[in-house]
Every structure is written in C-alpha cells, then in structure tokens.
C-alpha cells in the first residue's frame, strides 16, 4: 500500500536542511508520495526510516540493469505518464534478431551489422543496443552454437536468449552467466523451471503472455516468479498488432503509475518484426512513444536507424531543459589568423547542424556559440536573448579578437535586421550577413574563399 505524503513526511527528519534539493521536508514528502523523487535524495535519513519508505519511495516501474560493462542499458525507473509532467528516464533500447536457423556465416554478417550500426547526432553516439537470439529451430544444440558465434564476435553486447524450452535456454546461457542477460520465454507452464534458471543464472526472466492470456496472466505469473526469488523481469504482454501494442503497453503502464500495481510494474519489451521495413520502423515508433523499454527489430538499415534513434533521441529528453552546448568560440578545421568567424546560439541542433555545414565547406573557420538558454536563433532572437548588444558583448569578451587579424562577423541570415544594430556596438566591425538556411553555408564561405 502506497504511503501519503504525510505518513512519509513523519518518518523524515524535519530538518528542512534543504540537502535533498526541496525548500522543506513536507515538500519532499510529498514529491516521495507522487514517486517523482528518490529517498536517496535525503543524506540524514535513518535506516529504519529507509526500510519503512523503500517500496513507498521505489519507482513504481522495477530499474533494471541489462548487460554489463560500457554497454549495459538502463531500464525502468519511470515515474509518469507523459514526458511533460516530469520526463522520461531511461531511453528504450533497440535490439535485433538473430535466428539460430540461419548459417554461421549469416549470424556473423548480422552482428557485424549491430557492431557498425553506431550514428552520431547532435552530440551524441546513438547505435542499436542488444541481439535478440531466436531459437527459432527449437533445437538446444543449435541454439548454444549460435550463442557461442554471438559471444566469441560481441561478448559485451547484452543478449536475449528467446527460448520457451528451459533445456535451450539453459544451455546457452550458461555461456553468458556472468553478462546479465535476459531470458525471453517463462509462461505459466514453465514458469517454476524458467525462474530457477534465471536464478542460478543470475539473468533478467522475460515472462509472456499466451495470445488469450493477456495482462491477467502476466500479472500471476510475475507474482509467482517473484514468489520463488526473481525480481528482475520484463514482460511481454503478446501484443503484436499496432492497436494492440499501444493498448496494452498503455495499460501496462497506468496500472503501474497511476494504481502502483506492482504486477505490472516492469519494462516492457516489444517484437516489432516485419518482413515490410516502414511497417516494422512505424510499429517500433508506437513502441518508444508509448513505454516500451525494449524493441526487438527484423532488420536495421540505415534509414530506419536514423529515424528511430531520432524518435527516440527527442522523446527521452527533458522537454523543459532544452539541449545546449557551452557558450565559446569553436574551432573547426585548422583555422587561421583570417579566417572567417560565423556566430550562432547554442541550441545543440542548430550548433552541430552549423557545424557540420561549416566542415563540410572544407573552409576552416571559428563559430561563435552564444548562450541564448538553448534556444534556436529566430526565438532567441524574438525571445530578446539574441540582440545586438549582447551578441557585441560576448564578442568583445570572447576574446576572438585575439585569434583572428580581420574584423568581419558573419550572422545567420534569419537576423539580418540585427547588422546595422551590431556594427553600432561593435566598433570597427563589419557584419556580413550569412545564409538563412544552414545548407547554404558550404557555398557561401567557398565563394568567399575563390
């Protein structure tokens, strides 16, 4: 049963120190009570507190370490609904199939495939995260020969073992043991056997659902698994269908957010698989939007990638904190004394899509990346971040000046209106105004430098 805010505010120390972040103790209490808060938050809280409030303050989807090492993903630990109440904490992971059915020399190309399948976007490295090993020859021996190319070529990359048989699942995970893997396949028939497993082991157990089934059954049967000693699990509630995947994964979790049904508060993975690519990216698209912390993919060609870490890359930031690079002067190529000094706002979108224009021109050059709160330049500018003088004074104090023996600032096109402001305040300065599209970059500074 879920504590109040009260009853939690009782057990804290009501101090109202202010170590936790929150102006009083009631206040953290109360953030405690609606679980948009962790109790480790508080440093003078006492043991029998701790032990009283661990499952009231605990996130009502179970946190989960999948794999090991630099590789390991992140899941659960969800608190809310939508992502503007708060935001959504750990990014879902994307994992591709591998059936134990295709030849040694297939499953060697397709985790080649997962190995390469790195992008870099704004800052960041995003790549396909897992393999999902099918055991779709329902042969044990097969499926340990298939672990064991899988292992020898990516022993870091974390592995679910897709097995109903335990003799098959056991066998290959014996060569995974130390690794945290998932084993993918405890129904309410194996349920005993699949859990013991997962125990010795030390694996996260995937339970699923029949097609009739449904959550009723996911619900008994990870209360019974828990019962026998495994609390790491993931649930496959059998949807397949898109209307179906949105339905249950939507009911999976208000049931865990809003009810604190702890039979259902677990990640949740989703098999996306379709012989068509779109069908397939557009069913996985429904998965990250809508809480599922795994999906499971056919295939993993380039454009899907892109689009689906790109979904994913903007529903699992904070849409109330903006991505922002730091306020500086870049160098990009090998610059000198001449060359040319763009200025721009550090909105990461538009810092890493200017730059990379700029690299592409082939035209060394510097950017001045101001601080605008991460904002894009035509609302920074309409927002009264991007003006005149406070562009003049982030280059006087820049120190640009010293770097570069020309006096020319280039601004975006967007703000043109701002140049004859500019030069007003910066004395001894020529404002050229740039493109307006950022595509229009590399052509613009070539023309230049002929």
Known sequence: MALTGVEIFKLLPKTNCKKCGFPTCLAFAMKLAQRQASLDLCPDVSEEAKQKLGEASAPPVRPITFGVGNKAIKMGEETVLFRHDKKFVNPCAFALEIKDSLSDDEIITRVEEILNSEIERVGQKLRVDAIALINDSNDAARLEAAAKLI???????????????????????????????????????????????????????????????????????????????????????????????????????????????????????????????????????????????????????KWKNLALFTLRQNIYTDPQVPMQVEQKIYKLGEPTSESPLLITTNFSLTYFIVSGEIENSKVPGYLAVMDCEGLSVLTAWAAGKFTASKIAQFIKESGVENEIKHRELIIPGYVAILSGAIEDKLEGWKITVGPREANGIPAFLKSRAA
């Open 151 to 301: 292992v020898a070529k990516a022993h870091e990359m974390p592995l679910i073992i897709c097995a109903s048989s335990p003799q098959a699942a056991e066998a290959s995970l014996r060569l995974y043991a130390d690794k945290k893997p998932i084993i993918c396949g405890a129904n309410s028939e194996n349920a005993e056997l699949m859990a013991d497993i997962a125990k010795t082991y030390n694996a996260i157990l995937g339970i699923t659902a029949t097609a009739s089934g449904g959550l009723d059954e996911i619900s008994n049967i990870t209360e019974k698994v828990k019962a026998l000693g495994v609390t790491d699990m993931v649930i496959d509630p059998g949807a397949r269908k898109a209307k179906e995947i949105l339905e249950q994964n939507t009911l999976i979790r208000r049931a865990a957010i809003k009810k604190n049904f702890k039979p259902l508060g677990y990640p949740i993975i989703t098999f996306a698989q379709r012989e068509d690519g779109l069908k397939e990216a557009l069913i996985a698209a429904i998965g990250i939007a809508k809480y599922s912390s795994i999906i499971v993919l056919s295939s993993i060609e």
